[in-house]
């Protein structure tokens, strides 16, 4: 089964730090991602990245940054947190194979700014 | 772009019976759906997809139905039992397109009543 490792389940930080969220694939998957998901709005999509080095703004990338230096690994980075930034972030990945669609979910870390 | 809702935020039934959740998405060239159940503080589960080429597909104790003249799909679920308590939401997009396509409702809370 595929594994998408999320390494913190709840974080709370303080207003105005650097935050690092990060997330690990276990299946060699190429393509990974970022979402927050917020009560009544469903998931948003934050950042992608299709390969190694690479990323895409997704829907809301605004206050957020992501690093991909390894295949597996893929980084969120808050650089200044605000109490807006507070929610639930998910993590997930998909191979290149004709079923690339399917997103694998990790476990969810739920950051709260104060 | 596409734009996906689910039709009710909470729906509530009786264990065993059968549940029936909805939702509606408004891009005629979308072509791939998928269903996922998320646990209270957990990340979403992959239940079941469906692409367009199909108008059921069967899982173990689920169904998907999807009608492509009214673009409504609902997930269905047999004998509804404690542990289907959960958040379902459904996802749509056009597969020739990436992953980051993937377009979310906001989720329909199960309630199993005993």
């Known amino acids: 089964d595929v594994k998408v490792t999320q390494s913190s389940r709840y974080l709370v930080k303080r207003t105005g730090e650097k935050v690092f969220l990060e997330c690990v694939q276990d299946?060699?998957?190429?393509?990974m991602f970022w979402y927050r998901q917020d009560p009544g709005l469903g998931l948003r999509l934050i950042y992608f990245s299709y390969d190694v080095k690479m990323k895409e703004k997704g829907d809301i990338p605004e206050g957020y940054s992501v690093s991909r230096e390894k295949k597996e690994r893929f980084s969120l980075i808050l650089e200044s947190a605000s109490t807006n930034q507070t929610s639930m972030y998910l993590c997930?990945?998909?191979?290149?194979?004709?079923?690339?669609?399917?997103?694998?979910f990790g476990s969810g870390t739920q950051l709260s700014v104060l | 772009g596409e734009s996906v809702g689910l039709h009710l935020p909470t729906l509530s039934v009786q264990e065993g019976d059968n549940s029936i959740i909805n939702c509606a998405y408004s891009n005629s060239a979308s072509d791939y759906f998928i269903w996922y159940k998320q646990e209270s503080g957990k990340g979403p589960q992959f239940i079941i997809d469906i692409r367009s080429n199909m108008d059921k597909r069967q899982g173990q104790r689920v169904t998907v139905l999807l009608n492509k003249t009214v673009k409504h799909l609902s997930l269905q679920i047999a004998a509804t039992q404690p542990g289907d308590s959960a958040v379902y939401f459904c996802g749509g997009m056009y597969s020739g397109g990436g992953a980051d396509g993937l377009t979310f409702g906001k989720g329909t809370h199960l309630i199993i009543q005993p």
């Open positions: 299946m060699d998957h190429e393509n």
């Open positions: 997930a990945s998909t191979g290149t194979s004709a079923t690339n669609e399917k997103l694998f």
